[in-house]
C-alpha cells in the first residue's frame, strides 16, 4: 500500500512558475517509476514527465525546456519545476508510481491531484 502525497499547485499568471512535489510513504519495497500526468477540462490525462528507479527521465514535448523532473530518493519524494508558465498548461496534474510491495508483485497509485491554473 502506498500514499502519494502531492503540493505546490496554485493560480499563477504567465510566464511565472511553480514547483509540484509528491512523496510515497506506505509499505513497499522500492519505488519502480515515478511520473507526473495532467488532465485539462474535457481532455484526456497525458503524461508530462516521468523518471525510473535507473534515472531515465521523459518529457511529453510540450514542456520539454520548461519543465525539469527531479528525484530524492531518500525521501522517495519527486518534483516537477515549471517555469515559463502558459495558460495551456492549466490543468490537475497527478502524481504517479509504480511500486513493488513485495517480491514479483507491483501496483500502480494515483495522487489526489492537484489544480495548476496559469492566467493570461
Known amino acids: 500500500q502506498v500514499q502519494l502525497v502531492e503540493s505546490g499547485g496554485g493560480l499563477v499568471q504567465a510566464g511565472g512558475s511553480l514547483r509540484l512535489s509528491c512523496a510515497a510513504s506506505?509499505?513497499?519495497?522500492?519505488?519502480?517509476?515515478m511520473g507526473w500526468y495532467r488532465q485539462a477540462p474535457g481532455k484526456q490525462r497525458e503524461l508530462v514527465a516521468a523518471?525510473?528507479?535507473?534515472?531515465?527521465?521523459n518529457y511529453a514535448d510540450s514542456v520539454k525546456g520548461r519543465f525539469t523532473f527531479s528525484s530524492d530518493n531518500a525521501k522517495n519524494t519527486v518534483y516537477l519545476q515549471m517555469n515559463s508558465l502558459k495558460p495551456e498548461d492549466t490543468a490537475v496534474y497527478y502524481c504517479?508510481?509504480?511500486?513493488?510491495?513485495?517480491?514479483?508483485?507491483?501496483?500502480?497509485?494515483w495522487g489526489q491531484g492537484t489544480q495548476v491554473t496559469v492566467s493570461s
Open positions: 504517479y508510481t509504480r511500486a513493488r510491495i513485495r517480491v514479483g508483485v507491483y501496483h500502480d497509485y
Open positions: 506506505g509499505s513497499f519495497f522500492s519505488i519502480n517509476a
Open positions: 523518471i525510473t528507479s535507473g534515472g531515465s527521465t
